[in-house]
């Protein structure tokens, strides 16, 4: 049998792990892998955990895993964290044949979008900075 379990200090969910046996006991026993579990056993917080879901397969409790603590946030879980999208401009030169270009980039999670182009350096980073203040 596997298994998907809640950790939780002074009554607040904090953890959330899958196991089988007698994992869920380490997360509070002091010996954990998560460093914030640990800290808080050796500063005398209430901490407890309980078995919620089982399964037959590890998968199954993986998958399990995986969507509870992203729908929950558990502050000690460090895997499956949603990242912001981080948009970040930058400058780039386009060396061509009869002329030199500049082009103000956007980039939002990854993907590229020219947001302007320019014939001097100068009018490009005018807009840049324009863009870094908001």
């Not at 182009?117 to 863009?131: C, H, I, S, V």
Request: aromatic share 14%.
């Amino acid at each position: 049998m596997f298994y998907v379990y809640y950790a939780y200090e002074n009554n607040k969910l904090v953890y959330i792990g899958e196991g089988k046996e007698q994992r869920y006991k380490k997360i509070i026993s002091g010996v954990s892998h998560c460093y914030e579990a640990n800290k808080s056993h050796f500063e005398g917080n209430n901490l407890r955990s309980e078995i919620v879901y089982t399964f037959n397969t590890k998968q199954e409790a993986l998958k399990k895993e995986k969507e509870l603590i992203l729908e929950l946030k558990p502050k000690w879980n460090t895997t499956h964290k949603v990242r912001a999208a981080k948009t970040t401009y930058r400058l780039k030169t386009f060396y061509g044949k009869k002329c030199t270009v500049w082009r103000v980039i956007k980039i939002d999670d990854g993907k590229w979008k020219t947001l302007g182009r320019y014939k001097t350096k100068q009018e490009a980073r005018d807009l840049l900075e324009n863009l870094r203040k908001g």
